[in-house]
């Protein structure tokens, strides 16, 4: 079946716009998952959902970050008043608590986010 | 102190050779998970090999296996019979918490293997 999808694929902005950035997990997964990828670096983890609810967004950087999912299947990830900081890989994730052996998570193709 | 240790940033390795990539971790926890990821140059994340904290035995997946240490806390990933389509960015990553707890994968800086024909 279809994978984890992701659009845009790549987005240039000016600082202090906002963007929004969109997932759509693999059909049925419960689980997703949003997670940011500097240059050089192993992605970092932002928002956990199950559901419709965050059950965790410890790792969201400041109220600038906000994240919904609200039918419980895709997901949108939003930036307000952009930073040159905020450009990275915006990476996506879902998984399936009934049907994953391990939990594990599977991956979209990541969003490519660029703040001028 | 970093969650996941990765301390070889890239490596070379002549094709059908055997490649090591080695992963240390730190945590607290009894119960946690180790994962291996592959990353090419399209990006996308594929997951190759899962490990968990109470399993006696080393996990294996086809080509690929995890060497896992409890008490030294490492959990290297071993390939075999190296291909040119390795050539990519391994991660390692690690779950805190039982398998259905916490969900969050911390994910270690990486390891670049090229493969040489």
């Known amino acids: 079946g279809a994978g984890v999808s992701q659009t845009p694929s790549n987005k240039v902005t000016e600082k202090g716009k906002y963007v929004e950035l969109r997932c759509d997990p693999i059909?049925?997964?419960?689980?997703l998952y949003w997670y940011r990828q500097s240059l050089g670096q192993g992605p970092e983890f932002l928002i956990y959902?199950?559901?419709?609810?965050?059950?965790?967004d410890s790792g969201l950087p400041n109220d600038r970050f906000f994240a919904v999912r609200p039918e419980g299947s895709v997901s949108t990830l939003k930036i307000q008043r952009t930073e040159r900081g905020d450009s990275a890989v915006y990476l996506c994730a879902s998984s399936n608590r009934d049907r994953g052996l391990y939990n594990e998570q599977f991956f979209g193709p990541g969003t490519r986010l660029t703040v001028l | 102190a970093q969650k996941i240790t990765q301390t070889q940033p890239g490596m070379f390795v002549q094709e059908k050779e055997a490649v090591t990539l080695d992963c240390t971790y730190d945590?607290?926890?009894?119960?946690?998970?180790l994962f291996w990821y592959k990353q090419p140059s399209s990006g996308e994340m594929i997951f190759l090999i899962y490990?968990?904290?109470?399993?006696?035995q080393n996990a294996t997946e086809g080509r690929y296996s995890l060497n896992f240490q409890k008490a030294r806390k490492s959990a290297n990933l071993v390939i075999s019979a190296s291909q040119l389509g390795d050539s990519a960015m391994y991660f390692c990553?690690?779950?805190?918490?039982?398998?259905?707890?916490?969900?969050?994968?911390?994910f270690g800086t990486g390891t670049r293997l090229t493969i040489i024909p």
């Open positions: 059909s049925g997964h419960t689980a």
């Open positions: 959902f199950q559901g419709t609810g965050a059950a965790d």
């Open positions: 490990q968990g904290s109470y399993d006696e």
């Open positions: 945590t607290s926890d009894q119960s946690y998970g």
């Open positions: 990553a690690m779950r805190e918490g039982p398998n259905f707890g916490n969900e969050k994968l911390t």
